[in-house]
């Protein structure tokens, strides 16, 4: 039986720790949270839970076996690598931290220690981008064209990171996950209304070394909500739109036929093609019940989480130059390529 | 009776025929076209109407007053010109021409001559995008923050220009029609999947002197066609969805306030704001039919139509800079700010 | 070349004359309207067209081989009885005729004298209807459940005819063409909102021989405008609706499934079955270009057409007695099972 | 402090039981359930609670003085009149109970012994319902033309009731709170597909003195799910969506103006009126909480409910009297009309 510590109990640890109750094979022992409402709440909830005030004392605690730390950003690092340090197995929310040089030295630390290191990319374990990864990986698609995200609505405007941290993180989760290769260059842009504040509004694009071009969209100060995100290729075209009920993924046949030997250049070069369209049906399981499933197996078995440190780094990499590139009115920043390789999910520690 | 020839009858040409001959005030004395079946196809459906080969003949019949142009943009420059020292008024499809330089002494030419210079920028007649001017010209929006715009379907692959020149030329034309400034930067990213072709994906951004930002997406290679603008104000947001076939322009009544002097900078700072949505009547007047109106006027009394030279210029001058920025994967670009005042519509030629 | 003479040029008439100009093997030979500048439009659009004032003319004109008929209902009689008399083939708007009584004596005057009789049900020529009906007929919806319509938007009140005549006359018309069988049973409610006028709001309910429930919702007073129709079958169910711009025919594989020989009568009875959603891809092509070139070939091969008077009599008979009911507020009708059976389309005359 | 019971723990019991929870003024005392497992779920959920086995224990504990009745409608009479006779306030679920008979001896118990009665008619405590009621009683739609609702969805077929019964009720309780009359007349239409199952399709018009028409159309068959109300005035009109996220209530300043003394009857009788559309911000506030706290306050005041007795018994004598009418395809049924006026809500009981 594994042992589970939550540091946070704010906005996404309920959800944590729900789903690590539902969850066989683990148990949850303490939950941390600096605001005694919240401890008091945790603890009327779940009677045989602790509440505790100090993450020292859980990170410390020979009953945890595993940490998840569910906390602003900012406090990822210092969090993780206390838990790491003290051989606890680590789940860190999104975005796994504030810089590379920081997912950088969490990941040696869980290597070292052979520890799992996951990173909660709570899109990864929908049922509708495991459908989309499918369908890419599987050809049906052909070859990738572009990713093309809308993620805007009227949102609260963070006060330790900017929209791209806090919107577009979730694209590029899905990103990694889902598309053959890493971006090697980023340019962005965007701006702050709010005096002082972070940007609210921002738009990334990032290059590949084949033709593939991603582009993300996010927006804390749109009139109406949109989930949307389009993912083209030479054979096959999604729409997913996350605010469907049911059909959230839609695959159109539909492209373009490139004439390699065209005895006209101008005339027949692109041919359209237009045909059905499907909507897969798609399991209605909850996600972050998957994931944690996921987590306790991966612990259990010593093996590489499908959303490890590494997808964690790529992430980050990405958020840390768009902001860059985005201050300055996009200029395009080359992505450090050392990295760019995928990481062996599901291979051992 | 003010005499119109028409160049270049394919596929906008029937319109500008079609509505000028539904207009009181001038008649339609010639149509050019190098296609001899098109030519046959003006004569059977108009009897009055000479179908001409040689556009020089059109551009020097004296029995015409205005020239319009249809034709693709890397001919406008070289039409146009010689309609202006013909001594001929001239409307000229959008863009204007293949560059600032080009726009430029098109506009110096009509103004040397006294000559009428419209750019058909359609959009800024068409009863929503006027509504949406008045909303801003009227305060109702408050400051406008941004403007973006995703203008996206599976479309036809131009030869000729990319596709920021075919479809973001509609946003820069209402852009330049609704919103207090231009742009003084530009920052475009896009890729072509076609070896050889333009870019058939393409994003750009727009700094003004203010906090206004503007983006806009276009994509030739989109399995569903999009065409709708966000436009969000300090008091009052829009959403423009030209798709829509009866509430195309709805206004919401959100956003956010701001504190100037909070107690608390991380509490107090950003408010939230959430009110009615109302979608105002539009009239179904053809935006077409009231340009061509106002180009009649325009001839009739000798003053600058709304959707001038100047319009026209500085839609391509973003596009030409756009296109620079493009093939730099978004190194932003200055944008000459000599011209950037609006031109004086309705003011004397 | 088959001669056409069209009595009618007001809303649908220039529809029915372009596209006999447009289809081969005919010609237009003259079209009748009673008001002048009717006569005039026609012969300004097309120079080779008589206008003529006389409807008996038309009909006796030696030249003409069919007559269209696109005049109020309640003219249709008169006109269709002269026009097969005279012995003119004839197609005439939906609805057919005021009453059955009418219908049954053009049906019987046309087989006597060997004429194609036609009645103008263009739905049944759309690519999204003849693609429900194929999905009927190949089994792959399985046993028919139900048909239900919603045809509502704010609409022009007629005069001479009630909304049900106005409107659920399309959806009779679809019935009769894609389901397996005709109804046997009507009840129909609605009201008039107009003193003195005919009812604006309707819904009619059919009965059949087997489980089949059909249901028509018409309403010339709604806000929106609706075009949906749901056809449940025991093995998938279609959405159609007319307004999408390109997926109009959605298939879904949904149902439930019944357990005949349940343990529990409770429990095991209905299962329940969620599957893919398919969108066909479906033609483009106008649905009158495609009921014309149908009407020609009839003609020239002698045979019944897919839209007969059989079939023109089957609507009818629903919509009168339908009237009927409404006006004792749905007391059930039963209909006269004599002519049930589907008339044998491309069989000869 | 009022003391709580609650009977049947199943679909919707946990929701009453948890608002009940965090109301103040009242205390959760008992729920009871048939099966162990449920009883045990909500004593691990809330420790304060009693599970008990026995409704008849429940019905006479002396600490509780409201028994909240969450079961299938079959036993609605049988615990309300226990309940009541025990001397306990009632709420109730809909339909209130199986025909007019149990609901009129419930009201006159009630009456008898002074207790607050209540019918659980959720809906009515929406933030969209209210706010239709709002527009209704300050006559900003004019004299109400209709109201016509679509319910339909793949649902559970029930085993003891009817789709009406379970989807049609929630139409006749908004009806019997925003419109200003209640009905005169029912005539129904529906069908079952399941052999000896009850009606999965139903159809219910319903007549007022006025010329109101009203309609509901349900469905458990359906492959998409619809919530979707027209109402029809003659200044304005609504659509009230209940599946969008945001925008449930669109009133639209559309419709016809009759012309009471036209010179030309058929020209001049009806005119079309087209203006804007709006969609007033609505609450968020839950409506079982809202209605709760209803339930307490009337109980601590001695006042009528909004949804009391009178309200349940008006929905169930259509539901009873529509079940007949669907029987006899559609015969019309006069409902008594002694009963019709509206209940005095927040009268002394």
């Known amino acids: 039986m594994i ?47 602790k509440g505790v005030s100090s993450w020292r004392d859980l990170v410390n605690d020979p009953a945890i076996d595993v940490v998840a730390i569910s906390t602003p950003v900012s406090s990822h690092f210092e969090l993780g690598m206390a838990a790491l340090e003290a051989g606890k197995h680590v789940l860190v929310e999104k975005p796994m931290a504030m810089n590379v040089e920081q997912c950088s030295r969490m990941i040696d630390e869980a290597a070292r220690r052979k520890l799992v290191l996951m990173v909660d990319h709570t899109f990864v374990y929908t049922p509708a981008v495991r459908k989309v990864r499918e369908l890419v990986t599987s050809g049906s698609l052909g070859d990738i064209y572009y990713y ?7 949102g609260i405007f963070q006060h330790d990171v900017n929209v791209i941290w806090d919107l577009a993180v979730h694209d590029l989760a899905i990103m990694d996950y889902v598309l053959p290769e890493r971006p090697v260059a980023v340019s962005a842009t965007g701006i702050s209304h709010v005096p002082g504040g972070h940007e609210n509004i921002g738009y990334l694009t990032m290059y590949f070394t084949s033709t593939i071009i991603a582009h993300v969209h996010v927006n804390w100060l749109a009139p109406v909500k949109v989930r949307r995100t389009l993912l083209g290729g030479s054979s096959k075209m999604i729409v997913f739109d996350d605010l ?10 539909r492209g373009i036929t490139l004439n390699n030997h065209p005895q006209n250049v101008y005339e027949l070069l692109v041919g359209y093609r ?25 612990i259990e078995h010593g093996t590489h989480p499908e959303t490890d440190g590494e997808a964690g780094l790529a992430v980050v990499r990405i958020l840390e130059n768009g902001t860059l590139s985005m201050r300055e009115r996009g200029r395009p920043i080359e992505l450090d390529s050392r990295v760019t390789e995928r990481a062996g999910a599901r291979q051992s520690l």
């Not at 093309?148 to 009227?154: E, K, Q």
Request: glycine letters at 8%; hydrophobic letters at 35%.
């Open 3 to 49: 042992g589970v510590g939550v540091i946070g109990y704010g906005y996404w640890g309920p959800n944590l720790v729900r789903n690590f109750i539902e969850t066989n094979g683990c148990r949850v022992v303490a939950v941390c949270d600096a605001k005694v409402e919240r401890r008091a709440l945790v603890e009327q909830r779940y009677p045989g839970v």
């Open 274 to 298: 237009s045909g059905d369209m499907w909507a897969p049906r798609l399991d209605t399981t909850e996600a972050l019940s998957l994931e944690i499933n996921h987590l306790i197996d991966c």
């Open 244 to 253: 469907e009920p049911s059909e959230k993924i839609k695959v159109y046949d």
């Open 148 to 154: 093309d995200s809308v993620r805007v609505n009227l």
